[in-house]
């Protein structure tokens, strides 16, 4: 089995852009697409990033999705922050014996 | 639209047996590529992947709870069941089911509901 590690915690302040990484223990991340979900608090989460790099409709554009083979991580990046951007973040894979591994989560905070 | 809702006790004893329902609309589970998925995730903790039904009535479930889990379908009335064994504290959570369908990206959500272990 692998597993996706993410930063316990980021923060950064409102209009300014912020990273958030995903790195996967073992196999390519190249090899199985990565997801990213915006959960609020007390809330179910959101699909915010699908196959690496795209946005589902209503997801604005300040939502970027990557991948970089060369750290074996995925990345979510957020420009333009916002207050309403506070969440946390959670990085989601798969591969042919694990049908869905999720990250353990980033909380986003804007401050 | 699709919309998909939860539903089982909010409170069960150790030892019990809980069973969740997921009541899904606006779209088939047999649609070729269509899955639906239990995920939980314990007060102030991450998301836990639980188990999948696909299309297909394949079913794949996490390893480490496997002999405790079982997930089945009835597309008749647009339902797909867990049924997990031997409950216990730290299996409270809030349980969601969600739809996978295409890239295997989690599409939508079910608003969640709260399953309390306790005596």
């Known amino acids: 089995n692998f597993m996706l590690t993410q930063p316990h915690s980021v923060s950064e302040s409102p209009g300014k852009t912020v990273t958030i990484s995903c790195t996967r223990s073992?196999?390519?991340?190249?090899?199985?697409?990565v997801h990213w979900y915006r959960q609020r608090p007390g809330s179910a989460p959101t699909l915010v990033i699908y196959?690496?790099?795209?946005?589902p409709s209503g997801v604005p554009d300040r939502f970027s999705g990557s991948i970089d083979s060369s750290s074996n991580s995925a990345s979510l990046t957020i420009s333009g922050l916002k207050t309403e951007d506070e969440a946390d973040y959670y990085c989601?894979?798969?591969?042919?014996?694990?049908?869905?591994?999720f990250g353990g989560g980033t909380k986003l905070t804007v401050l | 639209q699709v919309t998909l809702r939860e539903s089982g006790p909010a409170l069960v004893k150790p030892t019990q047996t809980l069973t969740l329902t997921c009541t899904f609309s606006?779209?088939?589970?047999?649609?070729?590529?269509?899955?639906l998925s239990w995920i939980r995730q314990p007060p102030g903790k991450a998301l836990e992947w639980l188990a999948l039904?696909?299309?297909?009535?394949?079913?794949y479930y996490n390893t480490s709870l496997k002999t405790r889990l079982t997930i089945s379908m009835d597309t008749s009335s647009n339902q797909v069941v867990l049924i997990m064994t031997n409950m216990d504290p730290v299996d409270t959570a809030t349980y969601y089911c969600?739809?996978?369908?295409?890239?295997?990206?989690?599409?939508?959500w079910g608003q969640g509901a709260l399953v309390t272990v306790s005596s």
């Open positions: 039904i696909d299309w297909d009535d394949e079913k």
């Open positions: 196959v690496d790099n795209q946005r």
């Open positions: 606006g779209f088939s589970l047999t649609t070729s590529g269509m899955c």
């Open positions: 969600a739809r996978m369908w295409g890239g295997r990206s989690f599409d939508h």
């Open positions: 073992s196999g390519s991340i190249a090899s199985n697409y």
């Open positions: 989601q894979s798969y591969d042919s014996s694990n049908p869905v591994v």
